[in-house]
């Protein structure tokens, strides 16, 4: 019963930007940490970005002052800003969020992935 739709990949030439998109919608009785992976074919998917509902964030090393991770809370969205992109930001990008569907039910959901492609 909830969903996330992530938008907003596509392809980019290095030092380009691309900003990512992710709705939460459905049965949502509170979303708490909304998160961005990203996976490359034969490599485990790793945690890009993280901001809990509070607003606190935390990166991954490689994207460190090149990525910033917001949300609106009114509209149950998570976004990705990505500048200064590198040819190996090249990944699925897939938006997880731990969302309350009751005061006592929660459960991390994820979105079908978008696809950004950095070409050098």
């Known amino acids: 019963q909830v969903q996330l739709v992530e938008s907003g990949g596509g392809l980019v030439q290095a030092g380009g930007s691309l900003r990512l998109s992710c709705v939460a919608s459905?049965?949502?009785?509170?979303?708490?940490?909304m998160s961005w992976y990203r996976q490359v074919p034969g490599k485990q998917r790793e945690l890009v970005a993280r901001?809990?509902?509070?607003?606190?964030?935390n990166y991954a090393d490689s994207v460190k002052g090149r990525f910033t991770i917001s949300r609106d809370n009114a509209k149950n969205t998570a976004y990705l800003q990505m500048s200064y992109l590198k040819p190996e930001d090249t990944a699925v990008y897939y938006c997880?969020?731990?969302?309350?569907?009751?005061?006592?039910?929660?459960?991390?959901?994820w979105g079908q992935g978008t696809q950004v492609t950095v070409s050098s």
């Open positions: 459905g049965s949502i009785f509170r979303i708490n940490a």
């Open positions: 901001i809990t509902s509070g607003g606190t964030t």
């Open positions: 997880a969020a731990d969302i309350n569907t009751s005061w006592y039910l929660f459960q991390d959901y």
